[in-house]
């Protein structure tokens, strides 16, 4: 049989091919990997069985998040034959666009809908330390993702230190196709961030998940301003704040030290939730825990 991951860039690859040289095109192409269920590439999972053979830190750590678990260290072969086979897969296109000379004036968008699967009720795939928690989390683990923007007619390296949100990417979509759009949409176009490195308008970005998720994360929600994030927790109704700068890892809780920014955050987040009427959240008093 075929692995999913080179049919679907195979398929992408003859849109490239045959499409008309002169027109505009879109492709918009969602890999499986590294998405579960764990689907070793058999082409390449001995090379990192063996490479983890010969690593010291081959024994899988973690340690305890909530009633989860969360892997601290990468020790899955399986896993990392995944990943190889997008990075191998993302060459070959790149490649097929230089051969058909589109690349140069191609925009070219990688990213992702979330944080590693690095937190579970057992011990998870993957892991993405030191970011604190994993996917379904609204730690710095589940929410923050690895995003590459190749932009037309650009060779240079450009790392845009400000803050950027998945949303974004629909205006700059628009302003790089000279789209004009005169309607209300959320998010940023990055194009002036890209070509001129220009700084992002934008004061906070909000998470709002009121749902219990596989990974056992309980409802929640988050502001990000800056440097500092606020994780609200409805069933216990615990605030905790973070710098992010001086604490990626969101280890030390200091809502106690910063009041003032503490309820400047819950504020704003709250005034958030009343004006787009998010979805809010109640105890059930019927509930009984069974262990």
């Known amino acids: 049989g075929e692995y999913l991951t080179d049919r679907l860039t ?14 505009p095109f879109a492709l918009f192409l969602s890999f499986y990997n590294v998405h579960t269920p764990i ?23 973690t340690r305890v998040e909530g009633e989860a ?33 589109l690349y140069e004036n191609s925009l070219i968008i990688f990213t992702s809908d979330n944080g590693g699967l690095s937190t579970l009720k057992r011990v998870a795939p993957t892991s993405v330390y030191p970011l604190r928690a994993g996917k379904g989390w609204l730690y710095e683990g589940g929410i923050k ?20 949100v998945s949303y974004d990417l629909f205006p700059t979509i628009l302003d790089f196709a000279g789209i004009q759009n005169d309607n209300k949409i959320d998010g940023v176009s ?7 490195k220009s700084r992002i308008d934008r004061k906070n970005i909000y998470w709002h998940f009121p749902h219990y998720h596989g990974s056992l994360w309980k409802p929640g929600s988050a502001i990000r301003s800056g440097d500092w994030k606020l994780v609200l927790h409805y069933e216990s109704n ?11 890892s969101e280890l030390n809780d200091v809502s106690s030290l910063f009041k003032e920014k503490k309820e400047q955050l819950l504020n704003q987040l709250n005034k958030m939730m009343k004006e787009t009427n998010a979805n809010s959240v109640s105890i059930n008093n019927n509930y009984q825990h069974v262990k």
């Open 10 to 23: 195979d398929e992408a690859l003859d849109l490239i091919k045959n499409h008309n040289n002169s027109k």
């Open 190 to 196: 990055l194009m002036p961030s890209l070509k001129e």
């Open 69 to 101: 678990i969360t892997r601290l260290n990468h020790t899955n072969a399986e896993y990392a034959s995944m990943v190889y086979a997008v990075d191998e897969n993302i060459g070959k296109l790149i490649k097929s666009l230089k051969n058909e000379g």
């Open 145 to 164: 993702i690895p995003q590459l923007i190749k932009i037309p007619g650009n060779s240079e390296n450009v790392k845009v230190n400000e803050l950027t």
């Open 39 to 61: 689907q070793p590439n058999l082409e390449h999972v001995d090379y990192f069985n063996e490479k983890l053979s010969k690593m010291n830190d081959n024994v899988v750590r």
């Open 238 to 248: 615990e605030v905790e704040l973070f710098n992010l700068k001086d604490d990626p």
